[in-house]
């Protein structure tokens, strides 16, 4: 295994299987372009996004950490017209970028952004949520996790983005407040009974990476950790 044949793998699939698109790339240079950091989802999980919104059938889709609105397209583009994508931004600019694409990606009207930390915006929704996506600040991923818990009902499909960190996660050795997020918030997915989870190694643009998905079961109390 080489970095090249898995990059090589990667780019295959995303040719076969979800092919270009110009409100996506279009999204990708704005964001790009308005200096934002590289470190939108890949085609493949964009597209990983979409399929899981219209498996489940969500209706209800809560995003945290909207960047450019990248994978927000993706996620509004799997629910239906009446459907809604509520997405948290704590960087002003970054909203208005996401806003713009968004908009031009014709998806406008299934979107709101909410200007503000997770911590703050979080207390203020109303769910049920079918579908949440937590990609933020990793400090804070379990924090964002006992949020989908409680504004999710069983059967809520849960993604965290960023679960290999380049492998840090499994490196004794390796230690950030975000891999030490990461791990919380792994931890509390292996453990809590509230979630049944696995995650998956992907590649994105920085390189290796992953996503935990977990499923809320119909218990409703957490653990203490
Ligand atoms: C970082 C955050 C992300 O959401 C991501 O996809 C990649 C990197 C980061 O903060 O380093
Ligand atoms: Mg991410």
Do not use: C
């Not at 409680?150 to 679960?163: A, S, Y």
């Not at 499994?170 to 975000?178: I, L, V």
């Not at 997020?181 to 931890?187: C, D, F, K, T």
């Not at 990476?209 to 079961?217: E, N």
């Amino acid at each position: 295994l080489t970095p090249e044949n898995w990059r090589r793998v990667d780019a295959y699939f995303t040719d076969t299987l979800v092919g270009h698109d110009e409100a996506l790339e279009h999204a990708v240079a704005e964001q790009e372009a308005a200096g934002l950091p590289a470190i939108e989802v890949a085609p493949v999980s964009g597209k990983l996004l979409n399929l899981l919104a219209r498996i489940g059938g969500a209706r209800r889709v809560l995003e945290i950490g909207t960047l450019g609105g990248y994978s927000t397209i993706w996620m509004a583009r799997g629910i239906p017209d009446d459907g809604l994508v509520t997405t948290i931004e704590a960087e002003p600019v970054n909203a208005s970028v996401a806003r713009a694409s968004i908009d031009r990606a014709g998806v406008g009207e299934k979107v709101e952004i909410r200007i503000g930390r997770g911590e703050d915006v979080l207390p203020t929704l109303t769910g049920p949520y079918d579908l949440v996506f937590i990609d933020a600040d990793k400090e804070s991923n379990a924090l964002y996790l006992e949020w989908a818990a409680r504004l999710g009902h069983p059967g809520t499909v849960v993604v965290v983005d960023n679960t290999v960190r380049s492998g840090d996660v499994a490196d004794p050795a390796a230690s950030t407040p975000q891999i030490e997020g990461v791990r919380r918030g792994l931890e509390m997915l292996g453990a809590d009974p509230r979630f049944d989870a696995t995650a998956l190694q992907t590649l994105d643009r920085k390189g290796w990476d992953g996503v935990a998905i977990a499923v809320l079961t119909d218990v409703v109390e957490g653990y203490d950790d």
